[in-house]
């Protein structure tokens, strides 16, 4: 659901830039004073899982799209709602900077529709009140699931307004919204089962993961947590995202059905254009993989359109471009969401 600069308005995209930093700036403050010290490595290796679980996107049976994790649920749960944004504001911001997932312009949508809404919205009032203090295996699936499919609904609907309000696509709200709910219904249920099985995972293994913990009892070390999601994302992304279905996500499905074209263009000249040459420069693995030279990939793109029907890729997609971009992006993710922490968490020691 990550949105491209081709759905929107100057206007549109630059005000949800300020919204999304108004929301990074609220929740830095707020982690101040709140952050554990045992939570910052753990917002980092999060944030890297994230990244590599994104990258897999899977079918959705009898409709030729697909979908990816979100992730933002997942993070508000195990790191609360402001250290889980800003984890997942790495996340998108690696993806858009460096490997050209999501346009620039549209970075504060995707922030905003992938993290305000599980975040701020699903994890404190669906999540909370359906798992309860002491949440039992059958109240921590049915919590994950709802949740999960909320906050999807919510993004998705956050798209079409945001699409529509620009003005600059030829995308009806009423066309637009009868798919995006819909598909995102179905990838929601998914998320919602991935991220309810993790959930129950992680609560059998260390319920004080989740604020279970006696008050006698000594702090138990993160550090096996730690590791094991660490390993997953290296394995994630560096191998198991060579199975990613190569059907269009949910986004372009939609854009597809409506218009007959998954991808739009954008304007050439002004912030669309300056926005584009910038990422086309900092992006050093577009699209997951290696950059084609120029004329290679002008003639591949005259061959695609000349004979769609060569389109599809072999599935499994072996691709050491894949693999790199896996293992690097939730390096660089760690990193970013980890020094973030560590700045913040800093800051409050120095003025205590």
Same mark, same amino acid.
């Given at each position: ?208 993961? #989740?604020? /279970?913990?006696? *008050? $006698?009892?000594?702090?138990? &070390? ?8 660490? !390993? +997953? %994302? ?8 060579? #199975?990613? /279905?190569?059907? *269009? $996500?949910?986004?372009?499905? &939609? ?8 991808? !739009? +263009? %954008? ?86």
């Amino acid at each position: 659901m990550h949105m491209a600069d081709a759905l929107l308005s100057p206007a549109v995209g630059g005000s949800m830039w300020a919204a999304s930093a108004g929301l990074l700036a609220y929740s830095s403050s707020r982690l101040k004073t709140s952050l554990d010290d045992r939570r910052v490595p753990l917002m980092g290796v999060l944030a890297a899982f994230v990244f590599a679980a994104q990258m897999i996107n899977f079918s959705i049976p009898g409709t030729g799209s697909s979908g990816h994790l979100g992730g933002g649920l997942i993070l508000a749960v195990l790191l609360g709602p402001h250290a889980a944004f800003l984890a997942i504001a790495s996340v998108l911001a690696v993806q858009a900077l460096f490997f050209a997932d999501g346009g620039l312009l549209a970075l504060g949508c995707n922030i905003f529709n992938l993290g305000f809404f599980p975040c701020f919205l699903c994890y404190p009032f669906i999540f909370k009140p359906l798992a309860g203090e002491t949440p039992s295996k059958g109240r921590l699936m049915t919590a994950s699931i709802v949740a999960a499919v909320a906050g999807l609904q919510m993004g998705a609907f956050g798209v079409v307004l945001e699409t529509v309000s620009s003005g600059i696509s030829e995308l009806p709200f009423s066309s637009f919204v009868l798919l995006m709910q819909p598909i995102h219904l179905a990838i929601g249920l998914v998320e919602g089962v991935v991220t309810a099985t993790l959930l129950v995972f992680l609560h059998k293994a260390r319920p004080e993961l #989740f604020g /279970a913990v006696q *008050p $006698d009892a000594e702090p138990r &070390s993160l550090r096996p947590i730690i590791i094991g999601l660490a !390993l +997953a %994302a290296m394995v994630i992304g560096g191998g198991l995202s060579w #199975f990613a /279905a190569s059907d *269009p $996500d949910g986004l372009e499905w &939609s854009m597809g059905k409506v218009s007959g074209k998954e991808e !739009l +263009a %954008a304007p050439e000249n002004g912030i669309h254009g300056t926005l584009d040459s910038l990422q086309k420069r900092i992006a050093f693995l577009p699209d997951y993989n290696f950059k084609e030279p120029a004329e290679s990939a002008q003639t591949e793109a005259a061959a695609t359109e000349a004979k769609p029907e060569q389109k599809a890729e072999a599935w499994p997609n072996v691709n050491a471009g894949t693999t790199l971009s896996g293992l690097l992006g939730g390096f660089m993710t760690l990193c970013l969401a980890g020094v973030a922490a560590l700045v913040l968490r800093r800051r409050t020691t120095g003025k205590a």
